[in-house]
């Protein structure tokens, strides 16, 4: 049984990192930053404490270092290696969602505030790109199309009529979106039994390598790194200069003009109003290759001959997100050396909670999610079948859900000094960059969340840390759902 967020400390202890967490695939190439600590001790005092080395923390310190000629003091903090945490053991999917969840929000929000989000989503992607190009980031970063396959009946005419409703009211901004219906859905998408498909532009990235590259820059301007140094606490009350004690679990104690809390999943551990609010909720992630004996990758033998023992993988030219029914789906981003990460898997174990909400143990894996992987381009792919794909590791990584499913951005209610940029729903890469971006602006320069651009429900306010509705639980089934296909 996996460990549940208290289990680490002492009973009511919140989420923490765990150690000796699964090793993905990105972390196979290591950065000389992945274990350094810029200086031997901690400093006493600092003008910024960035808890979490992880896509948000690095993001705002860089953006804290930009274009400025004389920078706060800033120290990071950071539990285990450097990116080591959800964004070190994610898909690299860059997928900014323009038109699924669109109606949803719709709902929930309004609709300024629905097509605020996809907008934003969509601008992150663009962000990303102009990030990776200016500071030539070696990150892999590919710029494609994401293609979305429904194979669940009725998910599949639930979305297709909440599309055509969509493209009716004129509100979203769908230029970029593509839908296919069922009489070329499967030759389309290449899928087994696709029902319907929407494609639009995405991209995919090796996370820990923007990452790093992010921190290399602000450790090279001045930025004090701290790997290894788990944060124990953050006082609950300022002190009476109004600076914060940020106590460390075995290295002393820093005194911060202000903590930005970028500590996604484990949000809650240090800032006890996110309990609830901020669950750590368990995914799951592999990497599929196709072995050597295929043609595609092998080479000749010296007299020229090639043994042609299995067949040629086709070409799969997009990303593919492949719904099962509500709230299961697989996403499998093929990369450029040939091999296809995979994320989701969650029809087998998705309906027994126990397996990831609430859990922190990311050194496990989640065991019935297992035979999901294995066979699953033959299952899925058409022409796939005799390509000898295989699994070639698997890890888990620990997200941030919130409980109504928007992320927490913004001055901590009530905590004059604290900010918080966190709870991605398993879905940062699209969200983040800007929302640094908009943070710094209110950290730095005073300005206002709502001037930042930032979509207004993802503004950190006391009316949603008191909200006690659960919208991570409610699209949980109740039991296991009947196989696809
Ligand atoms: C298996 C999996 C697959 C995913 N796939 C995708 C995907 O394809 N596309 C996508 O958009 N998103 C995906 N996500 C979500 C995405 O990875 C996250 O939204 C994003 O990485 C969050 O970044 P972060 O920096 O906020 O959090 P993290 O990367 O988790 O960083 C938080 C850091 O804070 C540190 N920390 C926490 N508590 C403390 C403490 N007390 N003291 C010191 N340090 C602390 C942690 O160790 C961690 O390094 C996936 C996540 C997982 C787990």
């Known amino acids: 049984m996996a460990s549940t967020a208290s289990t680490p400390g ?6 923490s990192p765990v150690p000796n967490s699964t090793q993905p695939f990105w972390r196979t190439e290591l950065h000389e930053l992945d274990n350094h600590r810029s200086t031997k001790d901690l400093p006493a005092e600092a003008d910024i404490v960035i808890i979490g080395a992880g896509f948000s923390g690095a993001a705002l310190a860089h953006y804290i270092h ?40 719709i709902r929930k929000h309004g609709v300024k505030a629905a097509v605020e989000v996809a907008n934003f989503e969509a601008s992150q992607l663009r962000a990303v790109k102009e990030l990776v190009e200016r500071e030539k980031i070696d990150c892999e970063f590919t710029l494609t199309r994401a293609c979305d396959v429904i194979l669940h009946e009725a998910q599949a005419k639930e979305a297709e009529e909440a599309h055509e409703q969509l493209v009716k009211s004129g509100v979203a901004d769908l230029r970029d979106v593509q839908y296919t219906s069922r009489k070329h859905a499967e030759r389309v998408s290449g899928v087994k039994g696709a029902l319907c498909a929407w494609t ?35 006082s609950g009350e300022p002190l009476s200069d ?39 909720v368990r995914g799951i992630c592999g990497r599929i290759i196709v072995p050597s004996g295929s043609p595609s990758s092998q080479e000749p033998a010296q007299d020229g001959t090639v043994t042609q023992n299995t067949k040629q993988a086709p070409f799969l030219p997009m990303t593919y997100g492949l719904r099962y029914g509500p709230g299961l789906y697989d996403y499998l981003i093929p990369r450029n050396d040939g ?15 126990e397996h990831w909400y609430n859990v922190v143990d990311d050194s496990t894996l989640i065991e019935p999610a297992l035979k999901e992987f294995e066979g699953l381009m033959q299952r899925r792919y058409i022409g796939w079948e005799d390509t000898g794909a295989c699994v070639d590791r698997i890890w888990t990584g620990i997200m941030g859900y919130t409980s109504d499913s928007m992320p927490y951005v913004g001055h901590m209610p009530g905590k004059p000094g604290q900010m918080v940029l966190a709870g991605f ?23 206002t969340f709502e001037e930042t651009g930032i979509p207004s429900p993802f503004k950190a306010t006391q009316e949603r840390l008191d909200n006690t509705g659960n919208a991570i639980l409610e699209a949980v089934p109740a039991s296991k759902p009947s196989a696809v296909l």
């Open 10 to 15: 002492s009973p009511d202890a919140g989420p």
């Open 66 to 105: 930009e274009d400025n000629a004389s920078p706060p003091s800033v120290v990071i903090l950071e539990a285990r290696e450097a990116c080591s945490g959800a964004t070190g053991r994610n898909g690299g999917h860059v997928k900014p969602d323009v038109y699924f969840n669109v109606p949803k929000y």
């Open 200 to 234: 639009y532009t995405a991209g995919h990235i090796w996370p820990y390598k923007l990452v790093m590259h992010l921190l290399q820059g602000v450790v090279s301007k001045g930025a004090n790194l701290q790997t290894h140094t788990p944060v124990a606490a953050v």
């Open 242 to 280: 109004g600076r914060w004690l940020v106590t460390t679990a075995d290295r002393g104690a820093i005194k911060a003009k202000k903590v930005l809390f970028a500590t996604n999943g484990y949000t809650a551990g240090l800032a006890p109003q996110f309990k609830d609010r901020i669950v750590p």
């Open 339 to 353: 091999s296809i990460i995979v994320g989701g898997t969650k029809q087998t174990w998705w309906h027994e909670k």
């Open 425 to 447: 729903n398993g879905h940062g890469m699209p969200l983040i960059l800007l929302s640094a971006k908009g943070l710094t602006k209110m950290l730095m320069e005073g300005t």
